[in-house]
């Protein structure tokens, strides 16, 4: 089940939240029980064999937790880190077994007879998740949680189920006991949600067309390569961001709050800045779990060169199993080092260098979509060549460009930058938040309305993350 589809919208989300209201706020436990049932039928909806796997893995991660914290009161430290490797080795298996095996197999000269078997959704974003937890309990950051339902909430509660934002469980861990629905809250999420809504289905969706007729193309011009690169960037932006401002509403509905994922990447000055804005809960999970452990900034230059080159590579296999998705990690891994080596957080404290560095920072990341998109190494390489070879019709990249489209991509353009944010700053400031909240929540109603309108004439289109 996705957000952006009537069953969703018309059906099981009213249900459930209803549902939810109608229990007394202080039968939290109840409200906890209706929670994880409904996140398990949302995932049952699409994938009703792997729930099982989901169970299972919150299930050892509970045992594992709690022997964890038997061994932190006992003073067995021995213990303790044993158990946590042994989470962490489970843990991977079965996501490697699941998402890189059929790769790794694909690769070897003879044929591996393999079972039929798809990949689970969401199982990159809940494995995480769930390890967060476990480790969290190792290094005592976090009290262990005796409760199974309320730890099964916290893995599979359905708004940030499939595609994240990745919570970490110290930042949830006393709502799952204790939260309010308030009128304010469910105000908010209401127009968070259908903001993200709008940024899934009138954006994203609008882009995704140049953006697959371009990559799909034998031998696109320079025009329609760059404009397929650029609306690429623009549809994963939407798409994302859209999902994670829909999971952030939906969690604001039900008394939960949960962390921003995104802080308008693209007006990043360094790669390292885009990192501080783009998949700020992934982001989070690497340097927490694997950076700092690894020594971080505490260590050499060189060393810290390695580390952080050795990070991008883990964050571009998490996102898939293809050398496409490598090369984009060591692609922005080489680029921080660079970074690093030219000493670009100087520069960037400098006003005249911001444009520049802006616009470098902007051409970096698409080239880097390109070949995140691309279905291979050389298809991607292949793309960014005819980015770069003049000649070629603009004729071929007109045709997509009708006045909707044009008129939705520089509304995308221009809310890909902090606009928002400002007009909403300079209203509070002058005692006017009440003003900007009742013209946002009006101006929700017709997006909504244009939202169902636009669902109900187009064909499936789940959100990019999915496949992750």
């Known amino acids: 089940m996705v957000f952006s589809s009537t069953v969703f919208l018309f059906l099981f989300l009213p249900a459930v939240w209803l549902l939810y209201l109608l229990i007394p706020g202080r039968y939290i436990l ?29 299930l050892f991660n509970y045992c594992v937790a709690r022997s964890i914290g038997t061994a932190i009161q006992a003073g067995d430290d021995r213990r303790r880190h044993l158990l946590a490797v042994f989470a962490v080795v489970i843990n991977l298996l079965i996501l490697g077994f699941f998402k890189y095996v ?42 262990v949680q005796k409760n199974y339902f309320n730890l099964l909430l916290y893995i599979s509660f359905f708004p940030q189920l499939i595609a994240g934002p990745i919570v970490a469980y110290d930042d949830i861990e006393a709502q799952l006991s204790s ?7 469910t105000a908010d999420g209401i127009r968070r949600f259908v903001l993200g809504l709008s940024k899934k289905l009138l954006i994203s969706n609008t882009a995704a ?43 604001s509905m039900f008394g939960f709050s949960i962390r921003e994922n995104f802080n308008y990447p ?124 003049p000649g070629g019709s603009a004729a071929d990249v007109l045709q997509y460009f009708s006045p909707y489209a044009v008129t939705v991509l520089l509304a995308g353009l221009v809310l890909s930058a902090p606009v928002f944010p400002a007009l909403r700053r300079a209203c509070c400031a002058r005692g006017l938040e009440s003003a900007w909240n009742g013209t946002v929540s009006v101006l929700c109603i017709p997006l909504f309305l244009w939202c169902v309108m636009t669902l109900a004439s187009s064909a499936f289109n789940p959100f990019i993350y999915y496949i992750f």
Not at 30 to 39: E, K
Not at 109 to 122: A, E, I
């Open 102 to 143: 059929p790769w790794l197999c694909s690769l070897l000269p003879f044929d591996v007879p393999l079972p039929g078997l798809s990949l689970p959704v969401g199982i990159s974003f809940y494995t995480f998740q769930v390890l967060s937890y476990v480790l969290d309990v190792s290094r005592k950051q976090c009290r």
């Open 30 to 58: 109840a409200r906890n029980v209706l929670l994880g049932a409904a996140s398990l039928l949302f995932y049952a909806y699409g994938e009703p064999i792997y729930i099982v796997i989901m169970l299972l893995s919150v």
């Open 209 to 251: 067309v140049i953006a697959d007729a371009a990559f799909a193309a034998a031998a696109p011009s320079a025009a329609l390569a760059w404009a397929g690169a650029l609306c690429y960037s623009i549809q994963i932006y939407f798409d994302f961001s859209g999902y994670s401002d829909m999971a952030i509403g939906l969690a």
């Open 179 to 185: 939260r309010t629905v308030t009128l304010g809250g």
């Open 266 to 389: 693209y007006s990043a000055v360094t790669i390292r800045d885009f990192w501080r804005r783009w998949h700020i809960s992934l982001t989070d999970w690497f340097r927490t779990y694997v950076y700092i452990p690894l020594g971080g900034n505490r260590c050499s230059s060189a060393r810290t060169i390695c580390n952080r080159i050795f990070v991008f590579f883990l964050t571009g296999i998490w996102h898939g199993a293809n050398f496409t998705y490598i090369l984009w990690g060591l692609w922005h891994g080489g680029l921080m080092m660079l970074e690093r080596v030219c000493a670009f957080d100087k520069l960037e404290k400098k006003r005249v260098w911001q444009i520049p560095l802006r616009i470098y920072t902007l051409l970096c990341v698409v080239l880097g979509f390109v070949m995140f998109r691309a279905p291979s190494v050389g298809a991607g390489f292949a793309f960014i060549g005819h980015m770069f070879t």
